[in-house]
């Protein structure tokens, strides 16, 4: 069972709703008020579903969307999902949400929702369905910060005090910077970060995260320097040239979809233009699940997993 799934089950007989309505919280550039905690959510995507199952808010979700057409669900999170209805293989639409008499959608730009497309907080409010925006996402409509471990734990707090479970919210986030700080903690006398390359998907051109998206937090904990930090963007499409001009040490490769990750391994072995990357020429790779990388529970596990990947003296002797 996951460690966030343990916590939360110690966690239940104490969680109260004891949090007092109306509530509002910030969306992004957005101020949005609940006047009771919703009944009916729908949720889009691995890592923001995951989110409401750890808070113990499964009876509270009519629905989730955009998994089965790009993603995998690992046993745990299947388990937890088993009986309720996947909306849309892919983008919801409105009518998926208000078939379900939907209440609040949990999603993100670029999490299900786009710019200008036919799901959007505006296109939304006439139906009376409010929209939560996953903090990372921000980045996509506004000016925004580098991605921070911050935006996960406001998005799990705002989400406690939206659904009224604050102190299951509370009681997650603590562990979660409790586990990140250890790690922080055996990367404070490293003096060399190696260079760290996400690669998520592409041939001609790859998908990687530049300074906005979560990877740069995760790699920033684990002791390594993203080489597309000078990249404004989240998730992004870059050029094969600049990969070799910043010559990583390690690459991270994203597991998920129809390409396995061993399948995403071997593509760049052979790839003519990377034989000199260093990351090449060791064979220096660290797979991550697409649930590890976006925001969600299981940030901390990644930050755990890269560092002593990417700084393994560091925890020379400690338990595994």
């Keep these: 069972m996951k460690p966030w799934l343990v916590l939360l089950l110690a966690c239940l007989p104490l969680c109260t709703m004891a949090d007092s309505f109306p509530v509002t919280v910030r969306s992004c550039d957005r101020a949005v008020t609940f006047t009771q905690p919703p009944q009916r959510a729908v949720s889009h995507d691995v890592n923001?579903?995951?989110?409401?199952?750890?808070?113990?808010?499964?009876?509270?979700?009519v629905g989730y969307s955009g998994i089965s057409g790009w993603k995998s669900l690992d046993p745990a999170l299947r388990e937890a999902l088993h009986g309720l209805p996947e909306l849309a293989p892919r983008y919801p639409s409105v009518e998926n949400l208000l078939d379900v008499?939907?209440?609040?959608?949990?999603?993100?730009?670029?999490?299900?929702?786009?710019?200008?497309?036919?799901?959007?907080?505006?296109?939304?409010?006439?139906?009376?369905?409010?929209?939560?925006?996953?903090?990372e996402s921000c980045s996509r409509i506004m000016p925004w910060h580098p991605a921070s471990l911050e935006d996960l734990y406001t998005d799990l707090g705002n989400l406690g005090r939206i659904f009224g479970v604050s102190a299951r919210a509370d009681t997650l986030i603590a562990a979660l910077r409790q586990r990140v700080a250890r790690v922080s903690a055996a990367m404070a006398s490293v003096q060399t970060r190696p260079r760290v390359f996400l690669y998520d998907s592409g041939e001609d051109r790859p998908t990687t995260s530049g300074s906005l998206g979560m990877p740069q937090a995760l790699i920033d904990s684990a002791g390594g320097r993203n080489v597309m930090a000078d990249v404004q963007a989240s998730w992004t499409e870059v050029s094969w040239e600049s990969v070799v001009e910043r010559d990583p040490q390690v690459i991270v490769i994203v597991d998920y979809g129809p390409t396995s990750w061993q399948q995403k391994r071997d593509y760049l072995l052979q790839h003519p233009a990377l034989g000199a990357v260093t990351a090449i020429r060791e064979r220096r790779f660290v797979v991550?699940?697409?649930?590890?990388?976006?925001?969600?529970?299981?940030?901390?596990?990644?930050?755990?997993?890269?560092?002593?990947?990417?700084?393994?003296?560091q925890f020379a002797g400690a338990q595994p």
Excluded at 112 to 127: E, K, S
Excluded at 288 to 311: D, H, K
């Design 101 to 135: 008499d939907a209440d609040l959608l949990f999603a993100g730009w670029s999490y299900g929702m786009q710019v200008g497309g036919p799901l959007t907080p505006q296109r939304l409010a006439p139906f009376g369905i409010p929209v939560y925006e996953l903090s």
């Design 288 to 313: 991550l699940s697409y649930l590890q990388v976006t925001p969600s529970v299981e940030n901390a596990a990644a930050i755990e997993t890269l560092a002593r990947a990417l700084q393994p003296q």
């Design 48 to 61: 923001l579903t995951g989110m409401l199952l750890a808070l113990g808010l499964r009876e509270r979700m």
